[in-house]
């Protein structure tokens, strides 16, 4: 496959599964909005191969995953319609190939039931599966300052807090607990039922606040960035903490529904971050 081909691929792969990235990438230069895509539709397959039902053997699927992944890095792209804009944005961006690896390793340890037991274990998950994608992302959008990567992983780990507060029932029903335990008891909460339900909303409002703070210590982020890239961080900023507030005034109901950000709030935000 051709490399234009290729960014057309992982174009139709963003366009249709990156519900909130994809609207960010619209405001990005076309270079730099094929190499966001080629990213996310290896983030995408990454995370595919944890969760996608008709898969035998996930760990063998992960680790030939990775092995097309060094093969690739190498020149040797194997035959898959994302290697060749991968490779493609990898070299131009000149993205450090540690942080794919680091992005295999944090899907691998969601492939057997766990609990995070503190908040130290849950800050190594969420920089394994969010902030190394924040630390590949800014070398597309461009950076000069090296404390850009500092920001970047607090971003990553703001937006993975609130995946996590919205995902609560789903991640339970695959036996996955990413609140941790110490959370759970200090708030007097059952890690099984989620009851009694004032308090799960007590331990909810702490979690999202512990969100905030994350939002506010990566908010240096912006203006480290290259100006033509600044409204599409903008704009996932934006649309990660509306997801996060739409969270915060359902008063954290989260257990019998999913909390999205519609469509025309997604579209005004990116107005705005343009503006």
Known sequence: MTVEASYEWCT???RAKA???YYSFLLLPRPERRAMCAVYAFMRYCDDLSDEEGIADRAAAIAQWRADLEAALAGRAPEHPLWPAFSDAVERFRIPHEYFYEMIEGVSSDLAPRAIGTFDELYDYCYHVASVVGLTIIHIFGFE?????IYAEKCGIAFQLTN??????????KHRRYIPAEDFERFEVSQETFRPEDKFRKLMAFEADRARKYYRESSPLIPMIHPQSRPSLRALI???SALLDRIVDSNY????RRIRVPGWQKIWILVKSFV
Do not use: H, M, Q, W
Not at 164 to 173: G, N
């Open 253 to 256: 109901d989260v257990l019998t």
């Open 145 to 149: 300052d090296p404390a850009a990567l």
């Open 238 to 240: 934006g649309i990660y």
């Open 12 to 14: 139709r792969v963003a």
């Open 19 to 21: 519900k909130n990235f």
């Open 164 to 173: 996590i507060l919205r995902d609560i029932r789903e991640d339970s029903e």
